[in-house]
C-alpha cells in the first residue's frame, strides 16, 4: 500500500512588520508552523525586505516560503490590490513603481496625522514609535498610534471612524494603475493574483471590466476564499475566474494581532501552488 502524505495546509497571504503586520518575518513563520500551516506567503506591502529573513526561518523550521508582496494599485477610482508571487524583486520597473508607492505613503501619512492633529491629541512623533525602521508605513501605523494615545480601542476600531477611506481625514497616496501592475509583475516573472477583489467594507470595488483588462494583461488568479469576501461574491468570482481562465486561491490576509485573521483560515489547493512554483522566476524560487 502507498502512503499519501498528510492534507497540505497552504496559506498565501500574510504580512510582518515590515509591513504593517506586528511580527517580524522569523516570528510570522514560526507562527505559521505552528499553526499547523506547511507552506505560507509573506506578502508585505509594496516590499520585499522580509524575505530573506522569512527564508531563513522557513529553512530552520522545514516550511515551504513562496516569496510575495502585496501591491497597491488603483483602477476607475478604487484601491485594487495586487498579490506578485515569485518576481524578481530587483526587477526595475516594477521596483520602481513600489519605491514611488512607498515615499507616497510617507507624505500622505503625514497629511493624515497633520489632519488629525486638528481635532485629537496626536503627533507625527506618536506614530513612528510604532513603525519599525524601513518599514512600509500605512494606516495602521497611525492606527496603532491613536490606541496608544486612547483614541481608539483597537485597529479595528480605528479604521472604523477617524482611519476611514470614506472619512474627512483621508488622504490617498500614489499607487500605480492595477493594469499596469499586472504587466509589471509579469515583466518581473511573477505570478500576479488579485486580493481580495471584492472587499466592500474597505471601499469601493471595481467591476468586471477591470478584472477582464487584468486577465487580459496577465494575470494569473483570484483570492476569492478571503474573509472580506461576501458568500455571493464568492460564488460571481468563481463563475468570473472559471470564464476568463483563472485559478483562485483561498487565503488569511493575517497580521498577527492587527487583525482578527487567523492563519490557514482560509487556504490554497495544492495544485494552485504547483501552477504558481511552474510559473515564477527562477530568483525567488529558491
Ligand atoms: P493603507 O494601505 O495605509 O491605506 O491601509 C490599509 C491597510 O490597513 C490594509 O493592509 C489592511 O490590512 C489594513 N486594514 C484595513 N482595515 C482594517 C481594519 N478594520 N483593522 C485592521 N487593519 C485594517
Ligand atoms: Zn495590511
Ligand atoms: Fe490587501
Ligand atoms: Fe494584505
Redesign the pocket.
Given at each position: 500500500m502507498p502512503t499519501y502524505p498528510g492534507p497540505v495546509r497552504i496559506d498565501l497571504h500574510t504580512?510582518s512588520s515590515v509591513?504593517?503586520g506586528t511580527q517580524p518575518p522569523a516570528e510570522l513563520v514560526a507562527a505559521a508552523a505552528d499553526a499547523g500551516l506547511d507552506v505560507v506567503a509573506l506578502t508585505d506591502?509594496d516590499t520585499t525586505a522580509g524575505w530573506q529573513q522569512a527564508g531563513e526561518a522557513a529553512d530552520a523550521l522545514g516550511l515551504r516560503l513562496v516569496r510575495g508582496m502585496?501591491v497597491?494599485c488603483e483602477a476607475a477610482g478604487a484601491?485594487v490590490?495586487l498579490l506578485s508571487y515569485l518576481h524578481d524583486p530587483t526587477s526595475p520597473g516594477l521596483l520602481a513603481e513600489i519605491e514611488r508607492s512607498r515615499e507616497s505613503?510617507v507624505t500622505?501619512?503625514m497629511r493624515i496625522v497633520e489632519r488629525l492633529g486638528v481635532d485629537v491629541p496626536l503627533t507625527w512623533q506618536d506614530v513612528q514609535e510604532h513603525i519599525v525602521e524601513g518599514a512600509?508605513?500605512?494606516?495602521?501605523?497611525?492606527?496603532d498610534a491613536l490606541v496608544a494615545r486612547g483614541l481608539a480601542t483597537?485597529?479595528?476600531?480605528?479604521?472604523?471612524g477617524l482611519?476611514s477611506?470614506r472619512g474627512s481625514y483621508y488622504v490617498?497616496?500614489y499607487a500605480p494603475d492595477a493594469v499596469e501592475a499586472v504587466a509589471l509583475v509579469r515583466q518581473a516573472g511573477g505570478v500576479p493574483v488579485m486580493a481580495h477583489p471584492l472587499a466592500r467594507?474597505?471601499g469601493r470595488v471595481v467591476d468586471d471590466g477591470v478584472v477582464e483588462a487584468m486577465a487580459a494583461a496577465g494575470l494569473a488568479g483570484l483570492e476569492v476564499d478571503h474573509r472580506d469576501n461576501a458568500e455571493a461574491d464568492r460564488a460571481h468570482l468563481r463563475r468570473l475566474a472559471r470564464r476568463l481562465g483563472l485559478f483562485t486561491t483561498g487565503s488569511s490576509?493575517y497580521?498577527g494581532v492587527?487583525?482578527?485573521n487567523r492563519l490557514g483560515e482560509n487556504t490554497t489547493e495544492p495544485e494552485v501552488l504547483e501552477e504558481i512554483w511552474s510559473r515564477g522566476h527562477r530568483s525567488a524560487t529558491g
Open positions: 504580512h509591513s504593517d506591502h502585496e497597491s484601491s490590490h505613503r500622505r501619512a512600509t508605513i500605512g494606516r495602521p501605523h497611525i492606527a483597537d485597529r479595528g476600531d480605528a479604521f472604523a482611519l477611506s490617498p497616496h467594507l474597505r490576509d497580521h492587527g487583525k482578527d
